[in-house]
């Protein structure tokens, strides 16, 4: 096939992205390679493992399962876009730093992201809730003690409300 | 893990998507949530010339109520069935079975619609459409047919849908008032397709079973009903009803696959328990009035 690329805009972290993209490049790619937004990690690249979870109009979603060229007028926030500007660190990644919720730290933007959607859309979960809204993502270090722990500190502090 | 060269398209109207799809029937994909259909590119199982992308259809979003059915569209996602206050919530085996697919990362972009064309058979929505008897509406540029699911699912992974088709919206009956309604499963690891489930949907009139449905879920190549369990439920009075034993009769037959998840035999047990627990829980949500 010859050049099929295909252009498309969409806004990252506030910022406006014109890309031009074959249409198989999944967004993941396209925020790590084309935008070198490479706090979102590929960890399985078929939608188990949720490491590449960023936000699109708020929902958290996997973007290894989504094609860049979708995305046209669309919202993306990656894990740079939940950080402070200045350098520190926001609530919940504070929570995963007090807790020890990460070791390797490589599926720690994955969690931190789906963390921050579960708390948006339900301020006051329950042990359950939290439980349930972690279960899909994997981290192959920690044994989860210490992310459900971030996870109920984080909850705690009220983020999201 | 990264998908072969593909043309895309994304049209805005059902016409143009359908003039598509049967222009390029012999090689194209549809995209709606590609939840299961990006991991099949990836993975290089499916490899189509063309997808579809019909993210951009306007119209196929509803949920809406009419002439007893609750009608989904092919672009409503599976979390919008998580939540109440939707038209949704007149067949309840809908809000039911929708927190047990995958995560809720999956269920922000996964489609109702792309579940039943998909035809995993461990995946919830052709459960649920064959235990109430839902019909598929599909439409082509040469026309519209609505399928019934028990006719829609002909093998795993394969539908009576044709390349040329789109599945637009599917048809869920709705029940009256006082039906009871309860779908079990049991998965190794939470959002796992499930060893085994059923759905079950139990009407009580004067201490009697007047009308009951029984889905089976990973117990064959298909979703199944259990008929003869069914047919020997109705017109038995409540105190008489043995869930264990309804489990085992809706199960005694079966010859389910062995995989490395399960083996046949230990999936027919996993099915005579989710069984009984279904249908304990829908009979005791029937209310008799």
Redesign the interface.
């Known amino acids: 096939m010859t050049d099929a690329r295909v252009p498309v805009t969409f806004t990252v972290n506030g910022e406006p992205a014109r890309l031009t993209v074959e249409p198989r490049t999944t967004l993941a790619d396209a925020l790590r390679e084309e935008l070198d937004l490479t706090g979102t990690h590929l960890g399985c690249e078929h939608g188990v493992c949720g490491a590449c979870t960023v936000l699109v109009d708020g929902a958290a979603v996997r973007s290894c399962l989504l094609f860049a060229v979708q995305l046209e007028g669309a919202d993306v926030t990656t894990i740079e876009g939940l950080s402070p500007a200045d350098g520190s660190l926001n609530p919940v990644q504070e929570a995963f730093r007090n807790c020890h919720g990460l070791q390797c730290g490589f599926c720690t933007p994955g969690f931190v992201v789906s963390l921050t959607a579960l708390l948006a859309e339900n301020p006051a979960p329950t042990d359950d809730d939290l439980r349930q809204g972690l279960a899909g993502n994997l981290c192959r270090c920690t044994g989860y003690q210490g992310i459900v722990a971030a996870a109920r500190q984080a909850a705690g502090t009220g983020v999201g409300q | ?8 398209a ?1 049209p805005t109207t059902e016409a143009e998507a359908v003039a598509l799809l049967g222009e390029h029937a012999d090689d194209v994909s549809v ?1 709606a949530g ?2 299961s259909l ?2 099949l ?3 290089r199982l499916a490899t189509p010339a063309l ?1 579809v ?1 019909i ?2 259809v306007a119209g196929l979003d509803g949920i809406e109520r009419a002439n007893g059915h609750v009608r989904v569209g092919a672009l409503v996602r599976h ?1 919008a069935l998580t939540r109440a206050g939707s038209a949704a919530d007149a067949v309840p085996l809908l809000a039911l079975a929708a927190p047990l697919i ?5 269920r ?2 996964g489609t109702v619609c792309g579940s039943l064309t998909h035809a995993d058979a461990a995946a919830e929505w052709p459960l649920v459409a064959v235990t109430l008897d839902a019909e598929i509406e599909l439409r082509s540029a040469a026309g519209a047919r609505s399928v019934p699911a028990r006719d829609f699912f002909e093998g795993p992974f394969t539908t009576a849908r044709q390349p040329d088709e789109l599945a637009v919206a599917v048809r869920f009956p709705a029940w009256p008032d006082g039906a009871g309604f309860a779908v079990e499963e049991f998965a190794r ?3 796992d397709f499930a060893i085994a489930g059923a759905a079950c949907a139990v009407e009580v009139r004067g201490g009697r079973v007047t009308r009951c449905a029984i889905g089976l879920l990973g117990l064959a190549s298909i979703p199944l009903r259990a008929d003869a369990a069914e047919a020997a439920i109705v017109g038995t009075a409540v105190g008489d009803l043995d869930p264990e034993a309804i489990g085992r009769a809706a199960t005694a037959e079966l010859e389910p696959p062995t995989d490395i998840h399960a083996s046949g035999r230990y999936r027919r047990r996993v099915g005579a328990v989710v069984v009984a627990r279904a249908f304990r829980t829908a009979l005791g949500r029937a209310n008799d009035d």
């Open positions: 893990m990264k998908a072969a060269e593909f043309r895309y994304a995209l590609g939840q990006v991991p590119l990836a993975l997808v992308d993210n951009r979390s995958g995560h809720f990362q999956i922000n972009r690891r939470s959002g």
